[in-house]
């Protein structure tokens, strides 16, 4: 019993560490759904850290993610996994680490479904490495944003139906994604292209990405109409959602991001009332 509290604990510690955006309405979550969506958000986050590592060679990663996959496909071993990453263990953070941990905190009924979409994830960031992230054409930038962002309003989509019967649309779920990380493009642009990374087609504008991310942002007020209002889910839902439509109208603004107090407000605003 210690040892589930204590996992817990570390989940949450990791979580809050990794991501402030999704942390606070993760933790408005009943007790079950904190867990799955606590557990895949790590599963997630651990080979994105692996995607994203600034020193591990393109073969390492592809390697790493792909192997990965296949162990989430099949019975996960956890010492395997360890055994794995071992030459890289003081390179890699530990929400990598512990993958193995986070799968074991994952409920059981939602488990299979947790690793199944991780694994595509893998698979299409592995590719994606070997791509050297290249994007050519907007289907390109579909396929990119599909891998890293739409997979996870998947994953969610399958938990909510788990655990509340709630069906959503497939297609606004993968925009709902999308959009976020359209977001995220248009934010980080200036930073990517001082690492020599660039994520607009040729050809495109800012204003192109600015309409790339509008449309798929529709997607996601579909798929958040689409979710009762008055429950936990609802509310994970509009948080991230209220903050990249505050971000995308700061960004049009000129502004780098949203304040501080820009960002509270926005939350104050979507939260339920209890």
């Given at each position: 019993?210690?040892?589930t509290?204590?996992l817990?604990k570390d989940a949450?510690r990791v979580?809050k ?7 606070i309405p ?6 079950e759904l904190?867990e799955?969506?606590?557990a895949a958000?790590l599963c997630m986050r ?10 591990l060679?393109?073969e390492?990663?592809?390697t790493?993610l ?12 956890a010492?395997a ?12 953070p530990?929400?990598?680490l512990?993958?193995?941990?986070w799968?074991a905190?994952c409920?059981?009924g939602i488990?299979?479904?947790?690793l ?6 893998a698979?299409g960031m592995a590719t994606w490495?070997e791509?050297?992230?290249t994007?050519?054409?907007e289907?390109?930038?579909?396929e ?13 989509s399958d938990?909510w139906?788990w655990?509340a019967g709630?069906v959503?649309?497939?297609q606004q779920?993968?925009g709902?994604g ?9 934010r980080?642009?200036?930073?990517d ?6 994520y607009?087609?040729?050809g495109?504008?800012?204003?192109t ?6 449309e798929?942002?529709?997607e996601a007020?579909?798929y958040l109409?689409s979710i009762?209002k008055q429950?936990?889910?609802?509310e994970?839902?509009k ?7 505050g971000?995308l ?12 107090p820009e960002?509270l407000?926005?939350v104050?605003s979507?939260v339920?009332?209890?």
């Amino acid at each position: 019993m210690n040892e589930t509290k204590q996992l817990k604990k570390d989940a949450n510690r990791v979580l809050k560490a990794t991501s402030r955006t999704f942390y606070i309405p993760i933790s408005r979550l009943s007790q079950e759904l904190q867990e799955a969506v606590g557990a895949a958000y790590l599963c997630m986050r651990a080979i994105d850290e692996i995607e994203d590592h600034e020193e591990l060679p393109t073969e390492v990663k592809t390697t790493l993610l792909r192997e990965t996959a296949l162990m989430m496909r099949g019975t996960f071993d956890a010492h395997a996994y360890q055994a794995m990453i071992a030459d890289y263990a003081d390179q890699l953070p530990e929400v990598t680490l512990r993958l193995a941990e986070w799968i074991a905190y994952c409920p059981a009924g939602i488990r299979a479904k947790v690793l199944d979409s991780t694994a595509e994830m893998a698979e299409g960031m592995a590719t994606w490495a070997e791509r050297d992230w290249t994007v050519k054409t907007e289907a390109d930038l579909d396929e990119y944003t599909y891998y890293v962002a739409g997979l996870v309003g998947v994953m969610l989509s399958d938990i909510w139906y788990w655990k509340a019967g709630i069906v959503t649309d497939k297609q606004q779920a993968i925009g709902f994604g999308r959009g976020l990380q359209a977001v995220n493009i248009l934010r980080n642009q200036q930073e990517d292209a001082e690492r020599g990374v660039g994520y607009f087609p040729p050809g495109w504008t800012t204003e192109t990405m600015f309409e790339y991310a509008r449309e798929n942002l529709a997607e996601a007020d579909a798929y958040l109409a689409s979710i009762p209002k008055q429950t936990t889910i609802y509310e994970f839902c509009k948080i991230p959602l209220a903050l990249a439509h505050g971000t995308l109208d700061a960004l049009a603004k000129g502004k780098e991001k949203l304040s501080r107090p820009e960002v509270l407000k926005i939350v104050g605003s979507a939260v339920l009332k209890r």
